[in-house]
T-cell receptor, first 110, second 113 residues
Framework: RKEVEQDPGPFNVPEGATVAFNCTYSNSASQSFFWYRQDCRKEPKLLMSVYSSGNEDGRFTAQLNRASQYISLLIRDSKLSDSATYLCVPRGSTLGRLYFGRGTQLTVWP | DGGITQSPKYLFRKEGQNVTLSCEQNLNHDAMYWYRQDPGQGLRLIYY???????QKGDIAEGYSVSREKKESFPLTVTSAQKNPTAFYLC????????????FGAGSRLTVL
C-alpha cells in the first residue's frame, strides 16, 4: 500500500463553489500533516500544516480523521487563483522523511 | 531575502553525460532534500541530508549522487547510469533534523536529448 493516496481529479468547479479533497495515508503513526499547493511547472508551496484534529485558515479547512486515516482539505468560495494541484503530505515514520501524494488537480472557472 | 536557489533552471544534456544541479540555501536549515517529479506524478525522494557530511538514499537514488560538504550546499549529480533522467528536479530544505515544513527551490528542468 502506498504511503499516501489522493484522487488525482481533475476537479473543475465554478467560482464561488465549495470543493473538498480527500487523502488517505497508510502510516497510523503519522503525527503531522501538510497540504502543499503547486502551480503548473512551479515548486510546491506550503498551504497549511495540520498537527491535531484539523486547522482552518480563511477559506481553507483541513480535517484529520485518525481512525479512518484520512485527511481532507475543504476550500470555500473558490477563486480563480485557487486553480492548482494540491499535494497531501503526511510525515513518514522515518526521521527526515515526508511522503508526497500525486496531488489533486483543481481548476476553478469563471 | 532567505531562500533556496537552484541552478540552472533549464538544462539540456546528451545521453552519456553527467550533469550537476546546484542547490544553495541561506535559511540556515540543517536538512536538505532532492526530489524528482515526472509529468502527472508526485514527488519522489532521491537523496536527503540531515547534517553536513552525511546523507541518505531516498526511494530512487540509483543513477544519482550527492555531497554535503557545506551546510548551505547540496549539489545533485545525475550520472549516465540514470536511465530516464528527463524530469523536473526540486531541491528543498527544512529546519532541524525532523521532517518539518519544507521550503523548495524553483526547480531545475533537465532534458536529455
Amino acid at each position: 500500500r502506498k504511503e499516501v493516496e489522493q484522487d488525482p481529479g481533475p476537479f473543475n468547479v465554478p467560482e464561488g463553489a465549495t470543493v473538498a479533497f480527500n487523502c488517505t495515508y497508510s502510516n497510523s503513526a503519522s503525527q503531522s500533516f501538510f497540504w502543499y499547493r503547486q502551480d503548473c511547472r512551479k515548486e510546491p508551496k506550503l498551504l497549511m500544516s495540520v498537527y491535531s484534529s484539523g486547522n482552518e485558515d480563511g477559506r481553507f479547512t483541513a480535517q484529520l480523521n485518525r481512525a479512518s486515516q484520512y485527511i481532507s482539505l475543504l476550500i470555500r468560495d473558490s477563486k480563480l487563483s485557487d486553480s492548482a494541484t494540491y499535494l497531501c503530505v503526511p510525515r513518514g515514520s522515518t526521521l527526515g522523511r515526508l511522503y508526497f501524494g500525486r496531488g489533486t488537480q483543481l481548476t476553478v472557472w469563471p | 531575502d532567505g531562500g533556496i536557489t537552484q541552478s540552472p533552471k533549464y538544462l539540456f544534456r546528451k545521453e552519456g553525460q553527467n550533469v550537476t544541479l546546484s542547490c544553495e540555501q541561506n535559511l540556515n536549515h540543517d536538512a536538505m532534500y532532492w526530489y524528482r517529479q515526472d509529468p502527472g506524478q508526485g514527488l519522489r525522494l532521491i537523496y536527503y541530508s540531515q547534517i553536513v557530511n552525511d546523507f541518505q538514499k531516498g526511494d530512487i537514488a540509483e543513477g544519482y549522487s550527492v555531497s554535503r560538504e557545506k551546510k548551505e550546499s547540496f549539489p545533485l549529480t545525475v550520472t549516465s547510469a540514470q536511465k530516464n533522467p528527463t524530469a523536473f528536479y526540486l531541491c528543498a530544505s527544512s529546519a532541524g533534523t525532523g521532517a518539518n515544513v519544507l521550503t523548495f527551490g524553483a526547480g531545475s528542468r533537465l532534458t536529455v536529448l
